[in-house]
């Protein structure tokens, strides 16, 4: 059966209306257009909202602690991941970077500049692993750069028009630009809402919240995701994407927060533990340390 989701964005794959989304005694209206199944409701009657433990989200929570060759060091950035391989795009102007999955830095992909393969700041990126591909997409763009796992510069795939700052997917032999707007979980379909709120003249988003539609039950509430694998620390919804969870910590801040968690009374003894097993590897002088996890 084919599924279809609209919203007021674009459409996307999915079976989901959720331009109008609701909440109420009798929930989420379900619709059959044509074999075809929509969930409609209205956003701004959405009143309720809902804490998603992580454990409902995906399998468990992997860690892993870069290499600290001083190559390898981050600062922070955005991750990507594939079945061998770990890949980040810092922030600042430094190139793209590629580790195991155990951590070990391997090399930079790509580097800093305005030649052949080369990129000021990036944008998207997406590791097409079965492929040997590496896929980088600048900011003010007309070309897509392709790379293969050794490092080394492919043709890259010239874009029909320029992308200020362009999301895409490459599936098979295709690539397209994806609404990002919305998502969806195992159990859940969500969305994001903004508000376009004055700013020095002019317009900027702001009050950014969620909504997430139970598929089986067929109620809309507002969320937040916390880790309940690690006491709670928090999550944010752009780290649950493309079927993957995945954060990116400065080894100081984890500490830090970790700290925090570790003085709540209600701690599960296991949870406890594996803080304090954690705590005693932490360093001020680490490299990040990447928690990661499949959906279930």
Known sequence: MKKIAICIWGAISGTILLSHCTFSDKGVRKIDQQGDKLYVCVHHEVKDSVVIPLSE???????????????????????????????????????????DKRGK????????????????????????????????????????????????????????????????????????????????????????????????????????????????????????VENDFWGGLKVSVSDLVNGIFVQNYPAIVLKEELENIRQKKDLKPEVLRKIDNLLAGLSEEDNNVIMWGEFK
């Open 105 to 224: 830095f391997l090399r930079n992909i790509g580097q800093i500049g305005r030649g052949p393969g080369e990129y000021l700041n990036l944008y998207c990126m997406q590791l097409d692993e079965k492929n040997d591909r590496i896929y980088l997409l600048p900011w003010q763009t007309r070309r897509l750069l392709r790379f293969d796992f050794e490092g080394n510069a492919l043709e890259p795939v010239r874009l029909v028009t320029g992308l200020p700052k362009g999301k895409f997917f490459v599936r098979e032999d295709t690539a397209a630009v994806p609404m990002h707007s919305l998502g969806e979980f195992s159990h859940y379909y969500y969305v994001e809402t903004m508000e376009a709120v004055p700013y020095k003249g002019g317009m900027v988003t702001d009050n950014y919240k969620y909504i997430a539609v139970d598929k089986e039950r067929g109620t809309a509430r507002y969320f937040r």
């Open 57 to 99: 989200l995906v399998k468990e929570v992997h860690i892993v602690k870069l290499d600290t060759a001083k190559e390898a060091l981050i600062g922070g950035g955005e991750v990507v991941i594939s079945e061998n391989y770990i890949g980040i795009k810092p922030w600042g102007s430094e190139p793209f970077k590629l580790y």
